[in-house]
């Protein structure tokens, strides 16, 4: 197997490697790191096909190449801007969760005004009516 | 089989292996320290493509610069661990996840397979042409002048995602010094490092720079390099880095990439199209864009590490 045929190929088994760990792992910053094999199996593709094209005494094709440079410079700044979100997420509700139904979101809605006040609202009321009524905890479930 | 090919199965695997150990392991801190081996071992696939601009750059900021990246955003969010592992998707989702991920590889695969023979390339056209820009290695003439309008779009973005993550700033902290303050023991082997290092980063640094024009190197990967001197000399708490506030390092983030959009548009005039260099001129301003380019893709670079404003703005 040639050199470009089989880095070509590593570079398939990459981009499979890099999806499942996207897809799989629940950690944003693993996702990250995952998403940077897809991005490094694209890049070394290119580079195969950079090398195949070999000719006029170059090692390979320059203008891939050229581009490939390019490429990495852009995926690194992009992961920092990943990273940067991630983290102020982290500062802002104390969890990195994706998951839909977890308090970090509970959380995050508190910071919404408007619901804010709303469920102020029915917690007051709930207080109040449970100051109101003179019995057990379990009349005051009753109302609700 | 020869030995180079030999060799170059087992780098394939070894990197293969690696690379399922980052998306395996327990642990993130395990899994960043294999994607930083796997990094390096990648720049020597990039040699065995005969590509050692991209390995260079590979090694310094594919493998370097996003290794201390990750390396500090898992220190700060070791606590979400335990919790987020138990979010994990259940064992019929990740069967589905790796039959869809082996269907995508599959499909590359067969892709790579039948790539076309003889294969198409530009080499001969980069070729002909390089002697009217003075340079000697071709991928610098991609980068700067057959392709010049990707290296100044891609000048600009790097500048944007500086932006990107400094407007990630809260509101209190706006203006202020970026990342946590570095405190490290002052005799420890980090400061002994970040007072040896530096001097001789530097030089590479800048010679890496130099040579470009004529060998593989250029100015993505000396800056780099000059970036992680200041990452090094940052995190011994030897110095600080600038409150992002500060009016002269906000004109040099954009210096470079106004003056290449300037030097572009002349050769309008001067040259009869936008991005192109009047004869016998093309060497000497592609040297000033690279200089001019120097000093805003070290300090971006830095910066883009060193993450968004954290610190109260000093007076």
Not at chain 1, 127 to 133: M, T, V
Not at chain 2, 194 to 212: D, E, H, Q, S
Not at chain 2, 242 to 267: D, N, Q, Y
Not at chain 2, 303 to 308: C, D, Q, S
């Amino acid at each position: 197997m040639s050199g470009p045929t089989l880095f070509g190929l590593c570079a398939a088994v990459l981009i499979g490697l890099g999806l499942y760990g996207v897809i799989t792992n629940p950690q944003p910053l693993r996702k990250i790191l995952a998403f940077n094999l897809i991005g490094n199996g694209a890049f070394l593709l290119f580079g195969a096909i950079a090398r195949r094209g070999a000719a006029a005494g170059f090692g390979g094709d320059p203008v891939p190449q050229g581009l490939l440079i390019t490429g990495i410079v852009v995926a690194f700044s992009a992961t920092a801007l990943a990273i940067a979100l991630l983290l102020r997420l982290f500062d802002e509700s104390g969890s990195t969760t994706l998951a839909a139904d977890q308090p970090a979101i509970a959380e995050a809605d508190d910071r919404d005004p408007y619901q804010s006040a709303e469920k102020l609202g029915v917690l007051d009321e709930l207080r109040a009516r449970s100051e109101s009524i003179e019995g057990t905890n379990g009349k005051t479930s009753e109302i609700f | 089989m020869t030995v180079t090919s030999a060799l170059a199965m087992v780098l394939a695997l070894i990197l293969l292996a690696i690379a399922a150990y980052t998306v395996a392991a327990r642990r993130t801190f395990a899994a960043i320290e294999g994607f930083v081996a796997y990094g390096l071992l990648l720049s020597i696939a990039w040699v065995a493509l005969s590509s050692i601009d991209v390995a260079l750059t590979e090694a310094a900021i594919g493998s370097g610069l996003t290794g201390v990246l990750l390396i500090g955003a898992a220190a700060r969010l070791r606590t979400t661990e335990a919790a987020l592992s138990a979010e994990r998707p259940g064992a019929p989702l990740r069967w589905l996840a790796a039959a869809a991920s082996a269907a995508v590889a599959g499909g590359i695969a067969v892709a790579v397979l039948s790539l076309p023979d003889p294969a198409p390339t530009l080499a001969p056209a980069a070729a002909e042409h390089l002697a009217s820009t003075g340079l000697g290695n071709p991928v610098t003439a991609v980068l700067i002048a057959y392709r010049a309008l990707d290296t100044l779009l891609e000048s600009i973005v790097v500048v944007f995602a500086l932006i990107g993550v400094w407007s990630l700033t809260p509101d209190r902290t706006w203006g202020g010094r970026p990342g946590p303050e570095h405190a490290a023991d002052p005799n420890g082997i980090l400061a002994y490092l970040a007072r040896l290092l530096p001097p001789i980063g530097i030089t590479v640094g800048l010679y890496i720079f130099w040579v470009g024009a004529d060998l593989p190197g250029g100015k993505f990967q000396g800056a780099t390099i000059l970036a992680a001197m200041w990452l090094l000399v940052m995190m011994a708490g030897l110095t600080d880095a600038p409150p992002i506030s500060r009016t002269w390092l906000r004109i040099l983030l954009v210096a470079g990439p106004l003056l290449f959009i300037a030097i572009g548009f002349a050769g309008a005039l001067t040259a009869g199209a936008v991005l192109a260099y009047p004869e016998g001129y093309a060497k000497l301003l592609i040297k000033v864009i690279e200089a001019a380019l120097m000093p805003t893709l070290t300090l971006t670079l830095a910066l883009l590490v060193a993450g968004a404003s954290e610190r109260t703005a000093p007076p």
